[in-house]
């Protein structure tokens, strides 16, 4: 319910905000006026011994949101994927919020296999240990099947999270609502469509089906990439609060002293992370969203482990096609033709400048182009490129904005395996490729061949299909015609009328 019974929760969050310091940082991000700034402290200094103290040791606004619990964290979280929507500095500071809360008992972890799977835990589970993982909305259990011996990780919703995260979603709404009314300057954040937007994918994430879905589809799409592997969905110990996958064993990409110790080539590691992030997203339209040190690992053969598929990126065809041409543009330095592939695309208005666009690309292109290996970022490009965009009418894309978020975070966890990597020399084989197998003769030949199927699909109909859009258009016609024949009948007879009326009037005056 979103009504004003969530007042209190959210005069706990505020006074939380106020106390840990985070509103006047999310008051500064957002160029809040003096008036709301006045009435924010005047309103939440005297309530702030309502709020949760935090730990001091994080920034204010990770501070705050972790001391609120699961919903808030998880928010943070997927904010820090739309810096269009919080600012660069602050989407920042929220990539690196800690996931991490203390874990819920074995015996509750237990019971919610046994409720889900329908049997015993022992009779599936050979081993079933305590919590190795616990995060904000599920926690994770090491486990060995009953059936194989395989080692597996089981990960279990905590006890009670849909109805905990349904009351806070709810006052996010109430609250989204309140402040657009309060603060008409706001609205041009869409404060409701964000709300709307982390709602959408938390309710993706406490349905483990889906998870397991977005894991072996992704499992389908990389079957054939060298030196990438996940793990194995487990689908007859799985359900909706419960998934099983293979046990990922490996060592954590973000401890360099661990890779050097086990021999693995940080170099060539760090190449690889990069070019199969652009493959998924080039080549497959689908890729991990959430590729941080964290959600990867290294096999004992020099495999690259993914996991934690929550968060999964989805680009059509089409923009795929696009956002190749822009990227290989730049790195051919023809920023003619990427202001052309904008327009063409229809991201920029058709009536402004071309030219002109193409020169605002160059301010954007030549600097980084001049810049020494170590500080070139294709993420910063994509960050430097929206802002041009946007100037020129572009809207908001937000699978490009999480394209370009996941780029940078990929690029972070690249150059932390080698910090001399240059970032284009090794995209450009990937980008080269794509446009090599998607743009010219070869792709529209596909393009033809797959349009004619359609219709070939549709062969026997056609003429059917043809002749009842004709008689629908005719008959629109028609019936607008009409219109107009009354319309105009019904003005004639209104001037006739008036034209008796007047000479009546005439008559009686004579």
């Known amino acids: 319910m979103r009504g004003p019974h969530n007042i209190l929760r959210l005069a706990r969050t505020g006074a939380t905000f106020e106390r840990t310091g985070a509103m006047k940082v999310l008051l500064d991000a957002y160029e ?3 008036l709301l700034r006045m009435a924010a402290r005047v309103i939440g200094w005297p309530l702030q011994w309502l709020g949760l103290k935090g730990d001091p040791a994080m920034p204010p606004v990770t501070r705050a949101l972790t001391a609120l619990g699961p919903a808030y964290i998880k928010f943070g979280q997927i904010m820090s994927t739309r810096p269009d929507l919080v600012g ?3 989407a920042l500071q929220l ?3 800690q996931d991490k809360l ?8 237990r019971q919610a296999v046994e409720a889900e799977l329908g049997q015993p835990v022992d009779t599936v589970f050979s081993e079933f240990s305590g919590p190795v993982a616990a995060a904000s909305i599920a926690q994770v259990h090491q486990a060995r099947l009953v059936d194989t011996g395989e080692e597996v990780a089981v990960k279990v919703l905590r006890p009670g999270i849909e109805r905990a995260f349904r009351k806070d979603v709810d006052a996010f709404y109430f609250a989204a609502g309140f402040i657009e009314i309060l603060a008409p300057f706001s609205r041009r954040l869409r404060p409701s469509e964000v709300v709307k937007h982390f709602d959408g994918v938390v309710r993706g994430e406490l349905d483990l089906r889906l998870e397991a879905a977005s894991a072996s589809e992704f499992a389908a799409n990389t079957e054939g990439d060298a030196g990438f592997t996940l793990p194995e969905v487990k689908w007859q110990q799985s359900g909706r609060r419960v998934m099983t996958l293979g046990w990922a064993e490996g060592v954590s990409m973000g401890d360099n002293e661990a890779l050097d110790a086990a021999g693995h080539n940080r170099v060539a590691l760090g190449e690889r992370v990069l070019q199969l992030f652009l ?3 080039l080549r497959d339209g689908y890729f991990h969203a959430d590729m941080h040190h964290g959600n990867l690992k290294v096999a004992p053969n020099g495999d690259i482990i993914a996991y934690d598929f929550g968060i999964m990126g989805h680009i059509d065809e089409y923009t795929r096609r696009v956002y190749a041409e822009i990227l290989y543009g ?3 330095r023809d920023y003619k033709r990427v202001a052309e592939v904008h327009f063409e695309a229809g991201y920029v208005p058709a009536d402004r400048d071309v030219d002109e666009f193409a020169r605002a690309l160059r301010a954007v292109g030549e600097p980084i182009f001049g810049m020494d290996a170590t500080r070139i970022s294709m993420g910063r490009l994509l960050s430097y490129l929206f802002e041009v965009t946007e100037r020129f009418g572009m809207e908001t894309r937000t699978e490009l904005i999480l394209l370009q978020r996941t780029m940078v975070v990929v690029e972070g966890v690249a150059r932390s395996l080698d910090p001399r990597i ?10 080269e490729d794509y446009i090599r197998r998607n743009l010219g003769p070869r792709a529209l030949a596909r393009d033809l061949k797959k349009t004619a199927m359609v219709v070939a699909r549709f062969g026997p109909r056609l003429p059917v299909l043809v002749e009842r859009a004709i008689v629908q258009q005719v008959t629109a016609e028609e019936a607008a015609l009409q219109r107009s024949r009354a319309w105009v009948g019904w003005g004639l007879g209104g001037l006739a009328l008036g034209g008796a009326l007047g000479a009546l009037a005439v008559l009686v005056a004579q």
């Open 330 to 332: 730049f790195i051919k």
């Open 422 to 431: 240059n970032i284009w020399q090794v995209a450009r084989p990937v980008v």
């Open 32 to 34: 809040a006026p003096p």
């Open 95 to 97: 990539r690196v919020l």
């Open 88 to 90: 660069d500095e602050l």
């Open 102 to 109: 203390p874990p819920f008992p074995v015996e509750a972890a």
């Open 279 to 281: 493959s998924h997203a």
